[in-house]
Nanobody, 128 residues
Framework: QLQLVESGGGLVQPGGSLRLSCAAS????????IGWFRQAPGKEREGVSC????????NYADSVKGRFTISGDNAKNTVYLQMNSLRPEDTAVYYC?????????????????????WGQGTQVTVSS
């Protein structure tokens, strides 16, 4: 059974850092792209980053570019999202998702439909 499990969320002060993990089971990441999405209360789920695990290339939404870094460890079948310089507006439930094939290369509202498997989410709260 294919499964994604996120972890690493929590409460952090503005300017702080967190590292989220997305552990995959039931499949290997080699031929999949993994995306990170987030959803704040009352808002639509938005994509923030994606990594092509076959080659390691990644892309980011403008809102997180320069602050977030996505990486993968195929030996551990895990993808990470390192989040630095966190802001209150980064507060959301963060989800990882998998799709067979490369990253879509964009982060518009329709992108989420291109992912086939989702984790349950982990809460990130940025507050003083």
């Amino acid at each position: 059974q294919l499964q994604l499990v996120e972890s690493g969320g929590g409460l952090v002060q503005p300017g702080g850092s967190l590292r989220l993990s997305c552990a995959a089971s039931g499949f290997t990441l080699d031929y999949y792209a993994i995306g990170w999405f987030r959803q704040a209360p009352g808002k639509e789920r938005e994509g923030v980053s994606c990594i092509n695990n076959s080659g390691g290339s990644a892309n980011y939404a403008d809102s997180v570019k320069g602050r977030f870094t996505i990486s993968g460890d195929n030996a551990k079948n895990t993808v990470y999202l390192q989040m630095n310089s966190l802001r209150p507006e980064d507060t959301a439930v963060y989800y990882c998702a998998a799709r067979f094939g490369p990253c879509p290369g964009r982060f518009d509202a329709g992108t989420r439909r291109e992912y086939h498997y989702w984790g349950q989410g982990t809460q990130v709260t940025v507050s003083s």
